[in-house]
């Protein structure tokens, strides 16, 4: 797999997100739509997002800690949920894309700080 950097300014600072490269193919795929965090407590945040149309048949997932750059294994998920628990206090980059057979589409990254 190919590592993606890709850097972003925000009205504070410049960042990298370190996520691995969605597969390409010659089937497009739709980015994930109308993300938003449900709910988040110590430790933990969940997300939702709008259900696929289009040949999706997956969701992919995956976190970045900003920081120390530790990543998570990549998620699959059928459904357009997910929560993750246990997390360390830190600032983490979410990243979402969905899969259509062989393709997948490019990622769309949200960023959130966890407390404990």
């Keep these: ?3 993606m950097i890709v850097f972003l300014m925000l009205a ?3 960042f990298a997100l370190c996520f691995t490269k969605a597969a390409e193919g ?3 795929c ?3 739509a109308n993300l938003t965090i449900p709910s988040k407590s110590s430790g933990s945040i969940a997300f939702d997002w709008s259900d696929c149309t289009g040949g999706c048949n997956q969701y ?13 294994q990549l998620f699959t998920a059928v459904r357009s ?3 993750f628990s246990g997390l360390p206090a830190g600032t983490y980059d979410f990243s979402f894309a969905t899969g259509c057979g062989s393709a997948a589409s490019g990622w769309i990254v ?3 700080s966890i407390s404990n």
């Design 1 to 3: 797999m190919t590592k």
């Design 12 to 14: 504070t600072a410049p």
């Design 26 to 28: 010659g089937q497009t």
């Design 30 to 32: 739709p980015e994930p």
């Design 60 to 72: 992919l997932v995956k976190y970045c800690r900003v920081g120390d750059d530790f990543q998570s």
């Design 81 to 83: 949920e997910i929560s």
């Design 110 to 112: 949200i960023e959130d």
